[in-house]
Every structure is written in structure tokens, then in C-alpha cells.
């Protein structure tokens, strides 16, 4: 051996040194696969564990909403907003309109509305109530 075969020899170095220093392993193509799907099976499983505690616990909640809904005499919402929804059906069966809404006292009587702009004029200065009348 000469002088350059055992440069390149520690160059080199054994076939082991890359694996140990980080560098490309082996890989097998088959080895990675089945990792693979054993993380997948793993993280579904996760999934429904997180969903069958998540459906545990919402129904620990519902059965004590419905023991407050039994003690103070509530309906349950989806039930009120049926029985009111019917109730507004059944008002105006026959008609091919929906039901008008009810319009709250003093909200577009004129009669009001003029008694408001009476009262109002009369704590105005002159020239101001000159302006409005116009």
C-alpha cells in the first residue's frame, strides 16, 4: 500500500462511519410503509377515543340540563321554537301571505307623532319654528 491508498482509506473510512455520524441509513421502503401506517391507525384510534369521551361527557351534560329543565318547569329550546313556529303557522293557515308582526304601541301613530312635534315646537325660539313649519 502506498501513501495514497491509505489516504483514501481514512478518507473513506469503514463502511459504518456514515450511519454513525447521521448519514444515509438503509432505508427500506416496505419497513416505512408499515410505520406509516401504524401512525395512522394510532392517531384514528386518538381520534375516536377523543370523540367517544367528548360524546360521554355531552351527554353527562344534557341529562343534568334536562333535571333543570324538569325541576323549573322549562321546554326544552328546539321544543318552544316548534310549538311557537306552529302556533304561528296555524294563526295564518288560509292565507297566502306570511303573518304580518304585531307593531308595538306608539310606533307609527301619526297622531302621536304630531302631539310630539306640538309639544316640541313650543320649546323652539321663533325663527326655528318658522324654518320647521315651512
Given at each position: ?50 370523540k ?67 309639544t ?15
Amino acid at each position: 500500500m502506498n501513501f495514497d491508498q491509505i489516504n483514501v482509506a481514512l478518507v473513506r473510512g469503514p463502511p459504518d462511519v456514515g450511519k454513525m455520524l447521521g448519514g444515509e441509513e438503509d432505508k427500506d421502503p416496505e419497513a416505512e410503509k408499515e410505520k406509516e401506517e401504524e401512525r395512522q391507525e394510532a392517531l384514528r384510534q386518538e381520534e375516536d377515543e377523543r370523540k367517544a369521551k367528548h360524546a360521554k361527557m355531552e351527554a353527562e351534560r344534557e341529562a343534568i340540563r334536562q333535571g333543570i329543565r324538569d325541576k323549573y318547569g322549562i321546554k326544552k329550546r328546539e321544543v318552544a321554537e316548534a310549538e311557537a313556529q306552529a302556533a304561528m303557522e296555524q294563526a295564518s293557515e288560509g292565507s297566502l301571505t306570511r303573518p304580518k308582526k304585531a307593531v308595538p304601541s306608539g310606533c307609527g301613530d301619526d297622531d302621536e307623532e304630531e302631539n310630539i312635534m306640538a309639544t316640541m315646537m313650543k320649546y323652539l325660539p321663533g325663527p326655528l319654528q318658522d324654518m320647521l313649519k315651512k
